[in-house]
């Protein structure tokens, strides 16, 4: 199987909505909400959307962004989702999509990446990741 890990372009759009519509637990995706998301996205500087493709079908996708801050004197990289279709888990296409999101945010001089997660932290600490906050959030 050979997994391909490439930016996103406006043809991937369809594709990542159907592992969008696996990855919500806490809101149901929609459509329209989603295509004006990515169109967002796919042109904003600041964002990466990554996907892992075999013969022409995306199996996987990471959102991530970059920022300034203070507390790390500069920029600090936040990964958003991380979604890899059910069949193609424990085959290293997560890793391979981290690596090359840690490839983009190191381009970028980001100190740190940082991410939130409820079912996957031995994902992320048999990848090098540490616990390091409580995550919080309120819905708007």
Request: proline share 1%; hydrophobic share 40%; charged share 25%.
């Given at each position: ?133 409580t995550f919080f959030r309120k819905?708007?």
């Amino acid at each position: 199987m050979n997994i391909i890990i490439r930016k996103a372009d406006v043809y991937d759009k369809e594709q990542i909505f159907c592992l969008v519509k696996n990855f919500a637990t806490s809101f149901e995706p929609e459509i329209g909400a989603f295509r004006k998301s990515f169109d967002n996205l796919i042109n904003d500087n600041s964002a990466i959307i990554l996907v892992a493709e075999v013969n022409k079908c995306i199996i996987g996708y990471c959102l991530g962004f970059d920022h300034y801050t203070f507390y790390a004197n500069g920029k600090v990289a936040w990964l958003e989702e991380i979604m890899v279709e059910e069949s193609h888990r424990k085959k290293g296409t997560g890793e391979m999509l981290m690596k090359e999101f840690e490839a983009w945010s190191e381009s970028r001089e980001s100190k740190l990446i940082g991410l939130a997660t409820r079912r996957a932290a031995s994902f992320y600490t048999a990848i090098g990741y540490h616990e390091s906050a409580t995550f919080f959030r309120k819905i708007l």
